[in-house]
Every structure is written in C-alpha cells, then in structure tokens.
C-alpha cells in the first residue's frame, strides 16, 4: 500500500520502519526533517500524502495533528475520497471527532487509533491499537494495524480510542504513582528497593507498570520510553475531559502537580519514571 507517516518521534519512527519492512510503498515527514531507510522524505504532510491510500499521524498532541491536517501546507489539501487517515496520536476525544468530520467532508475516512506498548512494543511490532471508528473500516485495515501491533481493539465510534487510551494512562500514571510513593517509604523504612520489587512481583500488587518499569528505576536510567512531558500532557487531557463530563479525579490532581515539579527540576524530556526522584525530594 502507499502510505504516508507522519511524525517521526520516540513511537513514529520504529512504525515507520517496521512498514517499510513489511513491504509497503512509505513516504515519510516529520516537523524536524528525519529519514527512513527505505522511505522517501517528503517536506510537507501534503506532499506526504498527495498519493497516499494511507495516511498514519503519530505527533505531540492535538495542535499537532491539527497543524498536520489543516495547517498551511496541511494533508487537508490533497485529501481525495477513499483515503484513510489514521491518527496514533494521544489526544483530546472532542478534537478528535471535529477532525474526523472535517476528514470525512473531503470523502475520506478516518479512525483514531492510539497505540500502548510504549517504544520497545514499538520498535518490535508489538503494540496493542485501541481504536475508534467505523467497524468496518476498522476490520478493513485489521492486517495492517498487525503488520506493526499484536492486537486491535475497536472500542466504539469515533473518538472511544483516544477516550479509552487516556483512560488507561490515567492507571498507568495512578499505579506509578503508588509504587514511587511505596519506594520513598518503604527505602526511607530501611527497606532495599530491590527487596521491594521482588516483593512486588511475588504477590497480587504485581502490574504491568511495575513489571516494565522497575529495572529502570531501580538502575536509574530515565531516557525516554514515554517522556515526562509527553505524560504530563495526557493528565491534562484527563483532567480536561473530566470537567467536560463533570467527573472528579482527585488523586490525578495530586499527581499533576508532582509531575509539574518534575517539569520544573528539568525532567521534561526524561521517562516519566524519574518522578520517582521528584516522590523521594518532596
């Protein structure tokens, strides 16, 4: 298929190789200009996706997949009836139906289709896509989401994957949270970190979070699987769309602000582990 792919960061990059490798006819742009072995480089998103039957967004945030879309030089222009645009950014659920139905005033079809795996799921084709949209669209494109993920779960029409992914990085920044308070605790208690986490994995406590996260935390490296930053702006999506939906969140308001004083010690471009640090100084 010729695909155009958008965004080459920390998750966009190891999708766009890992379609190049699967055969596919890849055309790539990204803000700061980034190559792909095997791809062409475009200088524009319209002219990424001038020919493209796929168009694959995975930037920033919702200012970034709107200036992608309808910016100057936006896939808005060359978008023609029968293109897919599937957008594996994290973003706002009401931004994204606006989107989907400017896409769809053009004839295209669109499905947002956020991803959890974080970089290594990535770079091994083994992410899971939670996806919004049409189920027949979402059924059409099935083998291509597998050409880089494990799973597809549609979780309803338009906008359910972006309100179902932030939602499970809102346990994902509530269990972190929990085993960064239970480290500082149980440490400053004379407990060995390490002791900690084989408890941790011995007993029904265990997660995911923790199975993935604890090896570097207990090593102390923070380079970014999932920056700091980029966590930062997925609370404020939650907490955004809780008072939308007049929903209380007290303990993510909690955790925004110890995530902001991470921000503010210079972690922004770290792993969202490092708040860890932040937990231990406060």
Known sequence: MKIAYLGLGIMGRPMAINLVKAGHDVTVWNRTPKNVEGARTAATPAEAAKDAEIVWICVADTKAVESVLFGPNGVEQ????????IDSSTIAPLATREFAARVRAKGAEFLDAPVTGSKIGAENAE????????????????????TLGKKVIRVGETGAGESAKIGMNLMVATIFQGFAEALALTEKLGVPPEKLVELI???????????????FVLNQDWSPNFPLRLMLKDIRLMLDAAQQEK??????????KVYQ????????????????ETVKNL
């Open 201 to 215: 994995n011995s007993s029904m406590i265990r997660s995911g979070v923790t199975d993935y996260k604890a090896s």
């Open 127 to 146: 992410l899971l896509f939670i996806v919004g949209g049409p189920e027949k669209t979402v059924t059409a494109l099935e083998p291509l989401f597998l």
């Open 261 to 276: 004083k991470a921000i503010d010690a210079g972690h922004a471009n770290h792993d969202y582990a490092v708040t860890v």
């Open 78 to 85: 060359v978008l023609r009836p029968g293109v897919k645009v």
């Open 247 to 256: 929903v209380a969140l007290p303990a993510l308001r909690e955790i925004e």
